[in-house]
């Protein structure tokens, strides 16, 4: 069954009409946090949408992964880490991450980044 999740407005949290608190806790990450707003509890079975949110000085986990997956720049400016080379990217800005490809997004400036991650359903994926 298909499901709409209507955008609630740009308040300080970007948020989402039934968008299910993510969590991201990781042990290296700093000033991060999320939601799923398309996945698991909406059908979906080959992706899965999340928005995370990054304050000014944080960062994104240091990381690899099997799968590749896309990023979506909705607010704010960053640095992304894609294996040795660092790129800005800002609001419009889409990201291909390559599978095992190690990368990271630090917010630059005093706004916070905001962006959309497409990735493949894991067993363990709330929402």
């Not at 042990?27 to 698991?40: F, H, P, S, Y």
């Not at 704010?76 to 599978?99: C, F, M, Q, T, W």
């Amino acid at each position: 069954m298909s499901v709409v999740h209507r955008f609630t407005g740009e308040d300080l949290n970007y948020n989402w009409e039934g968008a299910i608190p993510r969590g991201y806790l990781k042990e290296n990450t700093r000033g991060a946090d999320g939601k799923v707003l398309i996945g698991k509890a909406d059908g979906a079975k080959q992706f899965i949408i999340r928005y995370f949110r990054v304050e000014p000085g944080g960062w994104t986990a240091l990381e690899n992964h099997p799968h590749d997956h896309g990023i979506v720049i909705l607010h704010g400016r960053a640095l992304v880490l894609l294996g040795k080379v660092e790129v800005e990217v800002g609001p419009r800005d889409a990201v291909y991450i390559s599978p095992d490809e190690v990368h990271q997004l630090r917010p630059i400036g005093d706004e916070a980044l905001g962006f959309l991650c497409i990735v493949p359903p894991k067993e363990n994926e709330i929402g």
